[in-house]
C-alpha cells in the first residue's frame, strides 16, 4: 500500500476527512461548517501558544492583537491560495460560478476546516506542528509590542486621552443572505463633529472601517505609543 | 519525596505555574494574565472538541452558542468557587479589601490561567481530561439544539423576521478603570418604536440587557424554534 499524496503538508490516513474539509456548504455531500468550527479553536490556541512561547514578555494586549492579525480572513485566505486551495474546493454550481474559490471567506473557512481535520486523522501533535509550519513564517515578521492596535481601538484611545466622548457606531443596514452578507456600519464623533461610513462581511469590520475612515481625517499617527515585550 | 499534593484536579510538577496562576495582577510577583490568554484559547479549544464530537449533527451555530453558555464568565466563576479557588488567589491589598477573591471577572480569569498551568506543566491531553472533568456534567446537562440564543440574535431575528428595522445599540458611557469597567448601553427600535437601557461589565453584555428587557417588552417566547441536531 503507497503512503497516498501530502496534502497541505500533511497526510491523511482519512481521506474521507480531507473531503468533507473541502467541501463547501454549496455543494453536494458533507460539507465543512462543523469542522470549521473545531478548526478555528484549534488555530486561535496553537498560534496562542506560539505567541505565548515566543514572546516572553508580552502581555495579553500585545498577544491578542497579534493573533487578531494571523488568523484574520485576508491572512488565512493568503494562506490558502498559496497552498492553492481554491482548486481542490468543491463547491455548488452558483458558488462555481460566482468565483467562490476564489473568495476570502470561503478560502479561510476551508483552512480551518483541513486544520480540524489533520487533528482528527493525527492528533494535536501533528496538527500543531503543520499550522506552525504555515504561521512561522508570518509570526517570525511581528515585531512585538509592534502590532498595530486595530482602529477601533486607537480611535477610542485617541478620544479618551483628549477627555472626549466615545464614538458611536450604528449599523445602518445588513444585506445579503446569511452567507454573503454585507454590513454597512455609521460611525458618529460628537467632539470633533464628524461622521464616516464602513462596510464589511462582518459588523467589526465595517466598524473598523468606519473608524480607519476617522482616524485618518483626525490624523492619528500610526506607530504604537508604548512597546510590552 | 512525596508527590505532593493535587490541585485543580492536576499534580503539578512545577508548582511555580500554580503560583502564578493564581496571581492576580494586583499582588506583588508574576501574576496570571499572560496564563490566561493561554487559558481562554485552550478552554475554547477542549470544549469546541467536547461539543463537535458529543453532537455529530449539530450545526456551526448550535455549537457556538453552547460554547459561549460553557465558557461564559459567570459559569467559569461557578467552577472556580466549587473549588474554592478564591481562597487560594494571591491579590494586592486594595482587590483584597474590596473582595476581589469574590469577583466573578477575577475569578474566571483564574480558572483559565490555571487552566494553561496545567497544560504548560503536563501537556495537551492531560489538560484536556482536567479540564473535561470540570465541564462534563456541564456539557451533559445541555440538550442539542435546545440551548438558547442570545437576547441580541433573537431580538434581530424576531424583527428580520416581520420585515423590521434592525435594533440600534449605542454606547451611553463606559464608567470606571481598565479592570473595573461599566458599560452603560441603548437600544433603540424604530418598529415598533421603543427603547431600553442596559449596563454590563462588557460592552456586549451591557447589549444584552438592553435586548432581554425589549424581547420581554415584546413578549418574544424564549424556546427556539429549530433543533439542529
Excluded at 77 to 96: H, N, Q, T, V, Y
Aim: some cysteine; proline content about 4%; aromatic content about 6%.
Amino acid at each position: 500500500m503507497s503512503e497516498g499524496p501530502t496534502a497541505f503538508g500533511h497526510r491523511f490516513a482519512d481521506r474521507s476527512l480531507l473531503e468533507q474539509a473541502l467541501t463547501h456548504r454549496s455543494a453536494a455531500g458533507r460539507h465543512n461548517e462543523r469542522l470549521e468550527f473545531l478548526g478555528d479553536a484549534l488555530l486561535n490556541m496553537i498560534v496562542a501558544e506560539a505567541l505565548f512561547l515566543r514572546w516572553p514578555k508580552a502581555d495579553e494586549g500585545a498577544m491578542t492583537r497579534a493573533r487578531a492579525q494571523l488568523v484574520r480572513e485576508a491572512t488565512l485566505a493568503g494562506l490558502a491560495r498559496s497552498m492553492d486551495l481554491g482548486a481542490k474546493l468543491a463547491l455548488g454550481p452558483g458558488e462555481m460560478k460566482s468565483g467562490g474559490h476564489r473568495r476570502d471567506s470561503i478560502l479561510a473557512d476551508a483552512l480551518e476546516a483541513v486544520i480540524a481535520a489533520i487533528y482528527l486523522d493525527a492528533g494535536f501533535d501533528a496538527c500543531r506542528a503543520v499550522v506552525l509550519g504555515w504561521f512561522e513564517p508570518l509570526v517570525a515578521e511581528l515585531v512585538v509590542g509592534k502590532v498595530e492596535k486595530d482602529a477601533k481601538t486607537r480611535l477610542q484611545e485617541w478620544l479618551q486621552g483628549r477627555g472626549k466622548p466615545l464614538p458611536v457606531y450604528t449599523l445602518v443596514e445588513a444585506r445579503g443572505d446569511e452567507h454573503d452578507k454585507v454590513f454597512f456600519v455609521r460611525c458618529d464623533l460628537a467632539d470633533p463633529v464628524d461622521t464616516a461610513s464602513g462596510q464589511g462581511s462582518s459588523r467589526r469590520a465595517a466598524e473598523q472601517c468606519a473608524a480607519a475612515e476617522l482616524l485618518a481625517r483626525l490624523d492619528v499617527p500610526r506607530a504604537p505609543r508604548r512597546g510590552p515585550g
